[in-house]
């Protein structure tokens, strides 16, 4: 079946060490997302490339870089994780640009900062 | 970006309709209403959008009065697999940026 997957499931790291979360598809689809989530609040939408053109949300902190090498992979990279940044963090794709485009999520990773 | 509002949450039997309203008093005239279903520990789903008036799907329907303010997501004959938190999202994809504001939630609690 084709999926959006996410690796690992769940993620502890140490205060201020890099992290790098990731995603895979096998949708094709142009369109991928990193929302954050936080416990009890819905998903917030970090940053997202359309093919290969990266596009920030306004208020998501420089701690929080993506690379989408292909088509099939993105990857969230933190470069310096605080105790703010444990949440759920979730990748979705969507197929069509314009104003529909229903998203497919991943099952998400859970951070974990000690 | 539309503000979103939804009921904190909501019970109901088994069996019984739901109905999830979703505010959202400045929608652009381009947006889309989406409505994704959400468990814990996982990615939400997609359940339904619409633009408009009335969608129904073989999960649920969406009503859309014409000022487009707001929708309400039905939910026909709940069962206890339906227990989850629903959200709304408001928005359009436009290619180079997103404008995809997702509501506050509501979790539904489905019981016997």
């Known amino acids: 079946d084709a999926m959006v997957i996410q690796n690992p499931r769940y993620q502890v790291t140490q205060f201020g060490k890099p992290v790098t979360l990731s995603c895979s598809q096998t949708?094709?689809?142009?369109?991928m997302y990193w929302y954050q989530q936080k416990s009890s609040q819905a998903p917030k939408l970090l940053f997202h490339?359309?093919?290969?053109?990266?596009?920030n949300e306004a208020d998501t902190p420089d701690n929080f870089q993506s690379r989408r090498p292909n088509t099939s992979f993105c990857f969230l990279d933190i470069r310096s994780p605080g105790l703010g940044d444990a949440a759920m963090y979730l990748c979705a794709t969507s197929r069509v640009t314009g104003d529909r485009g229903e998203q497919y999520f991943g099952p998400g990773t859970r951070l974990t900062v000690t | 970006l539309a503000k979103t509002t939804q009921p904190i949450s909501m019970d109901s039997y088994e069996g019984q309709e739901v109905n999830i309203t979703c505010s959202h008093n400045n929608i652009a005239t381009n947006d889309y209403i989406t409505w994704y279903q959400q468990f814990p520990s996982q990615g939400p789903r997609f359940i339904i959008q619409g633009y408009k008036t009335k969608v129904t799907n073989e999960v649920a329907s969406l009503f859309i009065p014409a000022d487009r303010k707001s929708s309400t997501l039905s939910l026909p004959r709940v069962s206890l697999s339906d227990t989850a938190v629903y959200y709304c999202?408001?928005?359009?994809?436009?290619?180079?940026?997103?404008?995809?504001?997702f509501g506050t939630g509501t979790r539904l609690q489905v019981t016997l």
């Open positions: 949708l094709n689809h142009n369109v």
């Open positions: 490339y359309y093919d290969k053109d990266f596009n």
């Open positions: 999202l408001v928005g359009r994809y436009t290619g180079t940026a997103s404008k995809l504001t």
